[in-house]
């Protein structure tokens, strides 16, 4: 069954407008329960280097089997007003949302969200998904790391996240997030932690 869009861009942004923790410091992990307001609503909030169709750009081409769509932008009343989102679909599942900067579009978080589904195969397969995306977007914001160290830490990310609602890790200059909703909604995102500059593209 196919989902109406506006409708998809509704859960989209009520998925990933779950307050995340006010973590700022470089600790190695942090797991806690969900706070009222996001790192990335702070004044001076650091952003990546990029915009969305820079990103898109580098992101596509280096991961031609796993392609992130164009962004659509979700207007809602209850974003703060320097900030804009948008959102891209993979599949029926599993979606892709950004926080831009207003005016610059410089990506200040960049989540992953993936939606239940109706069948245990479908699940499995969505979550496979999931992670391999994961996977190719931590090596987008950390290109010095491997496919095998890359998908050890998206494990670890997983792993510990089932322990608790919220769990975050940062590696280097990147904080990995990931959010376990009541509604069995799963939430990984990438922020980064200072002031961050995109690697000379190759």
Known sequence: MKMDVNKFLAIIFAASSIGLPLVANADEST???????????????????????????????????????????????????????AASRINEKLYSSAVLERGSEKIKSLQLTLLPSESETETQKNHILAEQYMIALMRHFNPTISQEQSKENIDHLLRNSKKSPFYSRNIGAIRYIVVNSSEKTLTFAVEPIKLWLSEPDN
């Open 31 to 85: 797991t806690t329960g969900p706070t009222v307001q996001a790192t990335y609503l702070l004044p001076n909030a650091p952003s990546f280097d990029e915009t969305i169709p820079r990103f898109r750009e580098k992101y596509n081409r280096h991961n031609p089997t796993l392609p992130l769509r164009e962004y659509r932008v979700i207007i809602s009343k209850n974003i703060y007003l320097p900030l804009t989102r």
